[in-house]
């Protein structure tokens, strides 16, 4: 999988993501409509937000707790996907977290998809380092991804439940805010698409446990 590091431009996203953390985030919040009993249920991309009143989808399954915005307009977007992609240095790595800064509050990882034949399985990010029951925010970047939710029970050959698949499509500029307990009880992925031949960067945020020495 294609890693990079980041010279620039992301501390005004870690700015943001912080007033967003620490400002209340979008509360009181009605749940998404839907069938519980649907097989596939799909939260469909926003469109263009007032950035001083962002506008919040918020989508909820059992144990699952997702607020969805696009955080950024198109014009805003592309320029920061431009400065993204002049300014990252691709390297292949091992599947696994490529954290900056871990002593920070809030640290970033950052994931570069070539196409959609870039991908990563179902997963948890279960980092030590990781603060307890701190959410975890995506912002992405290009190609406009499908991004899936399993339940930790439904996964298997011989699952011991069979609840929904969540999914739902990460737009261009676009911020999906996971809050706990989702990270406990589901793991997501971003599956194949054949189809989709742009390239994608996303920015992943975590509050991290300062380092002790």
Known sequence: MDRFLVK?????????????QTGGGPAGLAEEEGNSKEKHRRAAPGNGVDLAGLSWRHIRAEGLDCDYTVLFGKAEADQIFQ????????????????VCGTASRLAHEDSGYKDGQ????????DERELA???????????????????????????????????SLQLAHGSLLMMNHPTNTHWYHSLPVRKKVLAPRVNLTFRKILPTTK
Do not use: N
């Open 132 to 166: 307890p029951g701190s959410p975890i925010a995506s912002v992405s970047f290009g190609a406009c991804r499908d991004f899936f939710f399993r339940h930790k029970d439904s996964r298997g050959k011989h699952p011991s439940r069979r609840l929904a698949v969540v």
């Open 83 to 98: 400065e993204l992609e002049k300014e990252v240095e691709y390297f292949t790595a091992p599947a696994g977290a490529w």
């Open 118 to 125: 870039d991908h990563i399985g179902e997963h948890r990010d």
């Open 8 to 20: 620039g431009a992301v501390g005004g996203l870690k700015r943001r993501m912080e007033q967003e």
